[in-house]
């Protein structure tokens, strides 16, 4: 009896704080193509805006593309298999992060949302 109580407990807390874990990060994302980040997953969560920014003052003020935080890049890689676009529902991998985090950036009402190649080679 003890035996069965103690596995119950342990199946439990193992599973609980699993769980726990993954919600108070982040919603369940289609994180897209795969691949490699530009940085690492806790640089990316907490920095990825100052990034891309730094990246827009790079090419707007300075003509700088092909940098390495391009937001085009992003969207390549990160686009939803299913819709091919890095929004659409709370599953798709900007969208789904920002309305889970309650912020609206309005960057894809200019930038696409939807891969380059698959756009036709519009940027
Ligand atoms: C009013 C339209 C508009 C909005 C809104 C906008 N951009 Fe841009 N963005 C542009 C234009 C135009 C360029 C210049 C493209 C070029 O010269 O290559 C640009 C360039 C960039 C670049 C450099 C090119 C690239 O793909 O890396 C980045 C990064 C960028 N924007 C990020 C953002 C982010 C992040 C947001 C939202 C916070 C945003 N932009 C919102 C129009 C916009
Ligand atoms: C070559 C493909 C690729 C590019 C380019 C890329 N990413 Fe990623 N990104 C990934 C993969 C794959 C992951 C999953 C974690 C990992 O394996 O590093 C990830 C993880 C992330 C995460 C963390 C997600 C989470 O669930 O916590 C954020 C945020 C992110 N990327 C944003 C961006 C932004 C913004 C850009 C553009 C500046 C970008 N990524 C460019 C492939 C890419
Ligand atoms: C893992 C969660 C997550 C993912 C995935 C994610 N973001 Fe964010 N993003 C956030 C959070 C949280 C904030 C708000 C940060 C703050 O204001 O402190 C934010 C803020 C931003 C901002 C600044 C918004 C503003 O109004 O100042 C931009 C721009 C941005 N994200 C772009 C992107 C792009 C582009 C993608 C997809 C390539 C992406 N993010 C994917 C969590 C995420």
């Given amino acids: 009896m003890l035996r069965l109580l103690t596995t119950i407990l342990l199946a439990c807390s193992l599973s609980c704080t699993a769980s726990a874990h993954e919600s108070s ?8 193509k795969g691949g490699k980040c530009v940085e690492d997953e806790a640089t990316m969560r907490s920095h990825h ?11 707007t003020r300075k003509g700088i593309r092909g940098g ?12 939803s298999k299913k ?4 929004l659409g529902s709370s599953e798709n991998f900007c969208q789904g992060c920002h309305e889970y985090a309650a912020v609206k950036p309005d960057c894809f009402e200019c930038h696409s949302s939807k891969p380059r190649k698959a756009a036709g080679g519009v940027k």
């Fill in 25 to 32: 990060f982040t919603p369940k994302l289609d994180i897209g």
């Fill in 49 to 59: 805006y100052e990034l891309i920014r730094h990246q827009r003052d790079e090419t």
């Fill in 68 to 79: 390495k935080y391009s937001l085009a890049d992003c969207v390549d890689c990160h686009a």
């Fill in 83 to 86: 819709n091919n676009s890095v």
